[in-house]
């Protein structure tokens, strides 16, 4: 069963940045639309951002302007650079294809926003 690796999460002050980074099967990569989601420790899962396969990204209203989505294709790796993070940006982040199938959910990574 083949499962995207995400990586690059950690513990930041509100204001900082960080950039994630997922790791996608080639044959995946080049004909999915990709996506990151967030998982909050309360609430639903939120669809953060996505990209299409020639790099239309569009985004959540509440991170326009302070998230960046990007794929690599000499990598098959997808970004999301995230920047003025705030104390509500706290979940763990995962990446998958727009719509997300089940078999392709990893394990996350964890950003938390603390003051």
């Known amino acids: 069963q083949v499962r995207l690796v995400e990586s690059g999460g950690g513990l930041v002050h509100p204001g900082e940045s960080l950039r994630l980074s997922c790791e996608v099967p080639?044959?995946?990569?080049?004909?999915?639309?990709m996506a990151w989601y967030r998982q909050p420790s309360v609430g639903q899962l939120e669809l953060v951002a996505d990209i299409s396969t020639t790099g239309v990204a569009d985004y959540v209203e509440s991170v326009k302007g302070r998230f960046t989505i990007s794929r690599d294709v000499t990598k098959n790796t997808v970004y999301l650079q995230m920047s003025s993070l705030r104390p509500d940006d706290t979940a763990v982040y995962y990446c998958?294809?727009?719509?997300?199938?089940?078999?392709?959910w990893g394990q996350g990574t964890q950003v938390t926003v603390y003051s």
């Open positions: 080639e044959n995946v990569f080049n004909i999915y639309h």
């Open positions: 998958n294809v727009l719509p997300a199938l089940r078999q392709y």
